[in-house]
């Protein structure tokens, strides 16, 4: 074992105790050191003790200070120190004996000062400085040996430990007040219990400037990924995709895996690669990705965000700090998770920054201006530079801005109010251009992109104005009013706050529209030419056509921009953004430049045809993203324009998916009337096929109803007009097949529910294009006749399979079919850890996406696991939320779980359930 001992003189009571404090803490991390305070009187006497530890060190730690230097060098009065004396001399003569070679004698500091105070002998050593942070861990692998390896042979390329990938915007001026945040985030990363801290607040209040300067301020971070999603649009009301932030961290992390099977995988990998050592990530402005609409709750709209966070918030190693307008619903009551309310600045921060900008006043002006501009931060830095610029620094001249003409929320009145100042003062100078030019972004933009606009001599924004006079416009809006943000290692890109991009922007629209229109149609050419390929292989080959659809749209060419989405993005009617890609998020984000409101009023200029078009897409996107109530307006939008249009055999797909649509969300009775609605138009109008699909789904909603002879007789109906149309295929397969067998199983007839699933096997053979759902659920469907059968080991062996393609289909909807089942026969094969684990996945999917039936299955099907808990003696009512895994499990009771399966089944008339409720009731009655 290394032993250590440490030689220093008796400054004074705090000196001792922070010799002290270090000996005890290399001991309590494994060093074997050694002090005279360990020993206050030795039997051998001091002069042999200190000897004998001298000697018997493999480092010796000198503390040097001022008194040491002189006690070691003799030069201090005779009659002090003799200790540090005669360690001295004993230090002498084994350097003198080593031809002045030193492996064991090593200067520490506590104070940068007293490097003065190094002994002259070992000056020219290795030393180290305890007042700072990393300094110990140096000295800590000094002693261990950890420094000066020998050097390994030359091996493959590995990633760097160290990550260092910050993409946050530089914000302007000091961070005034913000103690208690800052107190609350050395907390948070120094506690390894705390993974999720969320800052919530409105635009403007310093959410961006807090944790810049804290990352600035704080030295032990050794990897970090901090990502803006201001970057890409700062609207709560915009959709936006997740992809480039997950593109550029697994570029940080040095990951090689760019195909995922769904979007909760993505996030999973996140999760992983962040679990191989302690990591900070930083999610600034999570808004756009929440659902932030009325009545919404602030829930996550991207899946694989969603499942990052899970993961984060549950068992991990690294911190994450989110900053949001709106508390992010999924981390509400987790355990380890922290939420702080960030207020605007106290009266006394903001008269500080006021005074920050040199700003001339009495206190009693100082604070009622801070007062009457809201103590806004982002409202008073621009009023303190306003002031200091135009207004001689004077406080009481504030009075000269005129009130708000435009009509703005609370949040950012104050700003906008100074905002319109400026517009006043900037009147006809390249300044105010070049924040008209960044109005028509809602993310931070390359100079190039600018030089294609100033080129474009664009009246009433860049004709007429000189390349000089635009570089001079940067300088001073960066340097004078300091209204421009910078991205570290991003010279070339020109942002500033959200809030100024949204009100020059805003005016650049309505005071200039011909300037406004012929800009974004500029950008509109230039990126759908930016691409090499006609049709772009990756999703970051694609993204120049996403821009191009956003400007095209901007510029009122809706129809062009559709056709760059149709034609060069989804492959025509291909849906290649799903299909190859399962990016339905990026299609969503696409399509919402269409919208003037989402997801119910498109553009004017659309066609009607076109428009019938736009809604399915959108419903299809917002369906597999597991957002079905959103899915629900859209999709009857389409079915009204293809009724009007008389396009029939569509109109009865839009009922039929309708109905699926409101049955998944609990509404059977609109469910059974959208299904009857599919029925009359697939008799009249429609396919063997649709007629045969629209009789399904009838009998699926008509079971759910617990109409089971109704719904026995339509899938007869719909199998024979299958085995007259195809008689070499006799028998339902597919989605439609796996719902009749279900009814069958229930029914009690496995020997026909055997017949189906042998004969789909063998069509799933036939058909290689058989999508990865009818697999999965022809699987399933074999899952649930074994387990019928009680062959438990065979049935979870094709449940594992079905829900393994289930997952890589990327439609979320049915996954909750084949982890319910699975869930089931790990409660009856008395494995209740991974039962709850699946059960919790289920209510992961169903509770944010509103899919009741599937909620109602979980609520029953976790009642049922706690009886079973209880016959084998498991504690099953949790004080608090218990990790399980990457997940947190819902503390409900029994009692619980069966009064809200009773009001579900009452509330969505799944009577389908009644007989096991009424068996649960029973049992705890």
């Known amino acids: 074992m290394t032993k250590v001992f440490i030689s220093y003189s008796h400054d004074s009571d705090a000196h001792r105790e922070r010799v002290r404090k270090l000996s005890d803490r290399l001991r309590t991390e494994g060093i074997d050191c050694d002090i005279d305070q360990y020993d206050p009187t030795p039997n051998e006497g001091w002069p042999l003790w200190m000897l004998k530890h001298i000697q018997d060190a493999n480092y010796v730690l000198l503390i040097c200070t001022e008194t040491y230097q002189k006690r070691v060098e003799q030069r201090e009065e005779p009659g002090k120190g003799l200790g540090v004396r005669w360690e001295g001399m004993l230090l002498l003569n084994q350097l003198y004996r080593n031809q002045s070679l030193n492996t064991k004698f090593i200067p520490v500091i506590f104070r940068p000062e007293d490097e003065a105070f190094i002994p002259d002998p070992v000056f020219g050593f290795s030393r180290y400085n305890l007042s700072h942070p990393r300094e110990y861990d140096n000295l800590y692998r000094h002693i261990r040996g950890e420094l000066g390896a020998d050097k390994p042979p030359l091996g493959a390329p590995h990633f760097i430990r160290t990550i260092h990938s910050n993409s946050l915007p530089t914000v302007e001026g000091k961070l005034f007040g913000r103690k208690d945040e800052l107190a609350l985030l050395d907390k948070a990363w120094a506690d390894p219990q705390t993974r999720v801290v969320q800052f919530i607040a409105p635009g403007g209040t310093g959410k961006t400037k807090l944790l810049r300067h804290w990352l600035d301020h704080t030295d032990n971070i050794e990897a970090l990924i901090a990502w803006s999603f201001y970057s890409q649009g700062s609207s709560e009301d915009k959709q936006i995709s997740a992809t480039p932030f997950f593109s550029h961290s697994f570029n940080a992390l040095h990951s090689d895996k760019t195909t995922f099977s769904t979007e909760e995988e993505k996030g999973e990998h996140l999760a992983h690669l962040l679990r191989q050592q302690r990591c900070l990530l930083v999610l600034d402005g999570l808004e756009p990705l929440q659902h932030a609409g009325r009545g919404m709750r602030g829930e996550l709209k991207d899946r694989a965000i969603r499942q990052l966070l899970k993961n984060l918030a549950g068992e991990h190693t690294s911190l994450c700090i989110i900053t949001t307008r709106l508390a992010v619903h999924e981390l509400c009551d987790r355990a380890h998770t922290i939420s702080h309310d960030l207020q605007n600045l106290a009266v006394e921060d903001g008269i500080d920054l006021l005074k920050y900008w040199k700003i001339r006043g009495s206190d009693e002006e100082l604070k009622k201006a801070v007062q009457e501009y809201g103590c806004h931060a982002l409202a008073l830095h621009l009023l303190g530079n306003a002031l200091h610029t135009y207004l001689d ?125 012929q800009a974004h149609e500029r950008l509109y050419e230039y990126y759908k030419a930016l691409p090499e390929e006609e049709f772009p292989d990756t ?291 008395r494995d209740f850890d991974r039962a709850r684990q699946d059960l919790q996945e289920v209510f992961d999917i169903a509770e944010p996406s509103g899919m009741r039936l599937h909620l109602t299955d979980y609520h ?66």
């Open 393 to 517: 620094g004077d406080v009481r001249k504030r009075d000269t801005l005129d009130e708000l003409i435009d009509d703005y929320d609370d949040a950012g009145r104050h700003a906008f109010k100074v905002m319109q100042a400026y517009r006043e003062w900037l009147s006809g100078t390249p300044e105010l251009q070049l924040l008209h030019l960044l109005g028509l972004f809602d993310h931070p933009i390359e100079t190039d992109v600018l030089q294609v606009l100033w080129q474009s001599q664009i009246p009433n924004l860049t004709a007429g104005i000189a390349e000089k006079a635009w570089k001079v416009a940067i300088r001073d809006l960066r340097e004078k009013h300091r209204m421009l943000s910078a991205h570290e290692g991003r010279p070339d890109l020109l942002d500033c706050h959200p809030l100024i991009r949204e009100y020059f922007g805003k005016q650049l629209q309505t005071q200039h529209p011909d300037a406004w229109q």
């Open 539 to 829: 999703l970051e080959e694609m993204q120049p056509l996403f821009s191009a659809v956003a400007h095209g749209c901007a510029a009122g060419l809706h129809q062009q921009a559709m056709w760059i989405y149709s034609y060069r993005v989804q492959r025509g009617w291909e849906q290649y953004l799903f299909y190859k890609f399962s990016a339905s998020s990026d299609s969503l984000s696409t399509l919402s430049s269409l919208f003037s409101i989402p997801w119910s009023h498109t553009a004017n200029s659309i066609s009607q045809d076109a428009k019938a078009a736009l809604f399915n897409w959108v419903a299809n996107d917002l369906s597999s993203l597991g957002r079905l109530n959103e899915a629900v307006i859209p999709m009857s939008l389409a079915a009204e324009l293809r009724f009007k249009q008389r396009h029939w055999e569509e109109v009865e797909l839009n009922f039929r998916n309708l109905s699926e649509l409101h049955l998944f969300l609990g509404n059977i009775n609109e469910s059974i009337e959208y299904a009857e609605k599919s029925i009359y138009y697939g008799k009249r109008h429609g396919s063997m096929f649709s007629q045969m699909a629209s009789l399904t789904t009838l009998a699926h909603s008509l079971h759910q109803a617990s109409e089971m002879n109704k719904a026995k007789r339509l899938y007869q109906q719909a199998e024979q007009i299958q085995k007259n149309q195809r008689s070499y295929e006799p028998y339902l397969y597919s989605i439609q097949g796996f719902h009749y067998c279900d009814l069958l199983l229930e029914l009690e007839e496995s020997k026909e529910a055997s017949i189906r699933i042998t004969e789909s096997l063998r069509i799933n053979q036939i058909h290689r294009e058989m999508s990865l759902v009818s697999i999965a659920l022809t699987k399933l469907s074999h899952a649930q006749l074994f387990s019928k059968q009680q062959k438990w080991v065979k049935s979870l062996e094709k449940s594992d399979e079905a829900i393994s393609h289930l997952h890589l289909s990327g439609v979320q909807k049915y996954l909750p079919y084949g982890l319910l089942a699975r869930a089931a026969l790990f409660r009856k094969t």
């Open 860 to 925: 029953l099907e976790m009642a049922r696991l706690i009886l079973a808990e209880e016959e084998e003696g498991v504690c099953n009512t949790p004080l608090q939320e218990t990790d399980v895994g990457a997940y947190c499990i819902r503390p409900l009771s029994l009692q619980s779980h069966i009064a809200a399966a009773a009001r579900l089944i009452t509330e969505t008339g799944y009577h389908r359930r009644d007989a096991e409720l009424a068996k649960l009731q029973q049992y705890i009655g």
